[in-house]
């Protein structure tokens, strides 16, 4: 039986949290059935402020366990310049997780985390050299036959439309994740959702990572043709293929649903292609 990720990103608990949308995630949540659900960053409006994340915290309390998280640039305090500066990860570690890199697999895949916020900056991201060499070294104490996954809040690659710059050392990050065959990289921050592989952005990839981005799950902040809308991801992991499928809340429905769907096949598989269901086509002839 495949595994199955439940994807959210971009919660931003605080005043552009909206808790209808919140309270229908929860719903579609338990009706997946995840078998993990990943959190990818910037889980309240503003890290100075309790309440966001005790908002926050409740929530990932109800949702299908177990969770996996990074923290976002939303999660270093704002208004705190001396927490800000010296303890940017207070917060998150208190009402998250102590953990800010984490680790967690099965039979089928290994998913790990990176933290992609640094202090000096309000909305952008990096991945230094030290930790990309740190991740390949994660990710080759398991076997390739398990499905890489890496999860971070900064966008890697720069999707159609977008305005906001890739993390710093992107062009080192994909080539470390081509390396390490990771198969997967799961992230957010832009509140648009996008899929692609990363053999776009640079064709000297072996074989390239699939970039899957989330748009914003329960905030009002959704971007471009995003614009005021909620989305999230659903992955399943089987032996051959990867199957990504984009929710989307649709107001004429008053719920999420399904508006779109990726397949990717698995590099496990040997060869690099995805398994087509044998068909046998029957040829009417025209009528004399």
């Known amino acids: ?43 309240v409006q503003r890290a100075d402020i309790k309440s966001q ?14 969770t996996i998280a990074v923290m976002g640039n939303h999660d270093v305090p704002l208004y705190n310049a001396l927490y800000r500066m010296l303890r940017p990860n ?8 102590p953990i800010l890199e984490p680790v967690w697999g099965n039979e089928d895949f290994v998913a790990v985390g990176v933290n992609t916020t640094r202090s000096f900056t309000v909305d952008g991201g990096k991945l230094t050299d030290q930790q990309l060499l740190q991740l390949d070294r994660t990710l080759a104490r398991y076997p390739d036959s398990l499905c890489k996954i890496v999860i971070m809040h900064h966008h890697p690659v720069m999707p159609p439309g977008e305005t906001r710059d890739v993390i710093q050392n992107a062009a080192a ?9 990771v198969e997967l990289v799961l992230c957010g921050h832009t509140h648009a959702s996008y899929i692609g ?12 990572t699939v970039i899957v981005q989330a748009g914003t799950a329960t905030s009002r902040r959704g971007r471009r043709w995003y614009r005021g809308k909620n989305a999230f991801n659903v992955l399943e992991i089987e032996q ?36 087509l269901n044998e068909a046998v086509l029957e040829i009417v002839e025209p009528n004399a």
């Open 173 to 181: 990050a994909l080539k470390t994740f081509d390396r390490s065959n």
């Open 240 to 275: 051959m293929r990867t199957v990504i499928t984009q929710y989307l809340y649709l107001e004429d429905a008053a719920r999420f649903l399904p508006v779109s769907q990726h397949q990717f096949p698995r590099r496990s598989a040997g060869v690099y292609a995805l398994p």
């Open 1 to 43: 039986m495949a595994s199955r990720i439940l994807h959210l990103s971009d919660l931003h608990a605080g005043p552009p949290f909206n808790p209808e949308k919140a309270k229908q995630i929860l719903e579609a949540a338990w009706q997946i059935k995840p078998t993990l659900t990943v959190l990818s960053g910037d889980f």
């Open 197 to 208: 592989n990363t053999l776009e952005f640079d064709p000297d990839l072996r074989q390239g």
């Open 90 to 97: 207070y917060y998150y570690k208190k009402y998250i997780s």
């Open 53 to 66: 994340w005790l908002t926050v915290r409740d929530f990932i309390a109800q949702l299908p366990q177990p």
